[in-house]
T-cell receptor, first 113, second 111 residues
Framework: SQTIHQWPATLVQPVGSPLSLECTVE??????LYWYRQAAGRGLQLLFY??????ISSEVPQNLSASRPQDRQFILSSKKLLLSDSGFYLC????????????FGSGTQLSVL | SQQGEEDPQALSIQEGENATMNCSYK?????LQWYRQNSGRGLVHLIL?????REKHSGRLRVTLDTSKKSSSLLITASRAADTASYFC???????????FGAGTRLFVKA
């Protein structure tokens, strides 16, 4: 069966520090991969999505970037974090004929201080 | 970009009662989905309804879709304390891979 791993679960970083969040999917091939951010008590904001290795679509201009170095690996990065980058980051995947149906990781709570 | 807007923002009911949440969206869609999120966790897919469907059931869940009104509703029957969570509707970007979420309805079921 398919599983998604997202880490770390919690992260506290100072302003101006770099960021790297990693997400991997097991048990499937060529998944569509997504990064969302959720502010406290709010809905999800789509940040990036990828339909294949090296293919990244950015939805929101900001100081974040994403990369997909391997088929089932999706990385969210920043060179210098801002206070406004705080939030709950969720990775998700979908695949095949039911590509609209998303499966989410457990999320990373990022606090930038 | 289109986005579902849920109503109400928060709902508090007694165990055993039915809970109804509504979602409105702005432009044409291929499908609409409902997800559930327990506090501090990832979202879990509940049900997907396509634009040519009007109603769909899954256990205690009933989803309706009215494309003429650009709205959907999620009904949870015989609610339980364990149904306490946030519920989100999500719409697709027609022909694309983007799924756009609304702000959610926070449901609290009192035992």
């Amino acid at each position: 069966s398919q599983t998604i791993h997202q880490w770390p679960a919690t992260l506290v970083q100072p302003v101006g520090s770099p960021l790297s969040l990693e997400c991997t999917v097991e048990g499937t091939s060529n998944p569509n991969l997504y990064w969302y951010r959720q502010a406290a008590g709010r809905g999800l904001q789509l940040l990036f999505y990828s339909v294949g290795i090296g293919q990244i679509s950015s939805e929101v201009p900001q100081n974040l970037s994403a990369s997909r170095p391997q088929d089932r690996q999706f990385i969210l990065s920043s060179k210098k974090l801002l206070l406004s980058d705080s939030g709950f980051y969720l990775c998700a995947w979908s695949v095949g004929v039911e590509y609209e149906k998303l499966f989410f990781g457990s999320g990373t709570q990022l606090s930038v201080l | 970009s289109q986005q579902g807007e849920e109503d109400p923002q928060a709902l508090s009911i007694q165990e055993g009662e039915n809970a109804t949440m509504n979602c409105s969206y702005k432009t044409s869609i291929n499908n609409l989905q409902w997800y559930r999120q327990n506090s501090g966790r990832g979202l879990v897919h509940l049900i997907l309804i396509r634009s040519n469907e009007r109603e769909k059931h899954s256990g205690r869940l009933r989803v309706t879709l009215d494309t003429s009104k650009k709205s959907s509703s999620l009904l949870i029957t015989a609610s339980r304390a364990a149904d306490t969570a946030s519920y989100f509707c999500a719409t697709d970007d027609t022909g694309g891979f983007k799924t756009i979420f609304g702000a959610g309805t926070r449901l609290f079921v009192k035992a």
